[in-house]
């Protein structure tokens, strides 16, 4: 599905999904794997920090949860005067349920409500073709010596 908007975005903010920080204390690499993701995302769209920066969403319970958050960053940026915003989830190959409410349904009520007036989400890859594809290509790479092809 292709989209045009009728207007131009400000920013484009990367959400990824949140985890308690006590686990990068343990040693989880994520932080540093989202971190590297989107350094390559904004080099290869020719983007800064300041025009694609990165939130993490999903926060429950009492943890203390990677900074900074998606909803806090989206009140923010409307306060500041950002008008035109669109998301994008880079960490998920498919929309789920929890990612299209909490960001097609409930960051884009926290950013209008804030001010704000244009709001987009990317979809994920979901399952066109070259995305199945692509998946698969990842998956025969990743899985050689250890799973012979049949």
Same mark, same amino acid.
């Given at each position: 599905?292709?989209?045009?908007?009728?207007?131009?975005?400000?920013?484009?903010?990367?959400?990824?999904?949140?985890?308690?920080?006590?686990?990068?204390?343990?040693?989880?690499?994520?932080?540093?794997?989202?971190?590297?993701?989107?350094?390559?995302?904004?080099?290869?769209?020719?983007?800064?920090?300041?025009?694609?920066?990165?939130?993490?969403?999903?926060?429950?319970?009492?943890?203390?949860?990677? #900074?900074?958050?998606?909803?806090?960053?989206?009140?923010?940026?409307?306060?500041?005067?950002?008008?035109?915003?669109?998301?994008?989830?880079?960490?998920?190959?498919? #929309?789920?349920?929890?990612?299209?409410?909490?960001?097609?349904?409930?960051?884009? $009520?926290?950013?209008?409500?804030?001010?704000?007036? $244009?709001?987009?989400?990317?979809?994920?890859? $979901?399952?066109?073709?070259?995305?199945?594809?692509?998946?698969?290509?990842?998956?025969?790479?990743?899985?050689?010596?250890?799973?012979?092809?049949?």
């Amino acid at each position: 599905m292709t989209q045009t908007l009728r207007w131009k975005p400000e920013l484009c903010l990367a959400s990824f999904h949140g985890l308690p920080v006590s686990f990068i204390e343990k040693g989880d690499p994520y932080q540093a794997q989202c971190e590297t993701t989107i350094a390559h995302l904004r080099a290869k769209l020719g983007r800064e920090s300041k025009t694609m920066p990165l939130v993490y969403q999903s926060r429950s319970r009492r943890a203390i949860w990677l #900074d900074p958050d998606m909803e806090e960053t989206l009140t923010n940026l409307a306060s500041d005067g950002v008008r035109n915003l669109t998301v994008v989830a880079p960490g998920f190959a498919a #929309d789920c349920i929890e990612t299209l409410e909490e960001i097609e349904m409930r960051a884009k $009520n926290v950013f209008t409500q804030a001010g704000g007036e $244009n709001f987009s989400y990317i979809p994920c890859l $979901n399952d066109c073709t070259k995305s199945v594809e692509m998946l698969c290509h990842v998956i025969q790479h990743e899985l050689s010596g250890w799973v012979l092809p049949e």
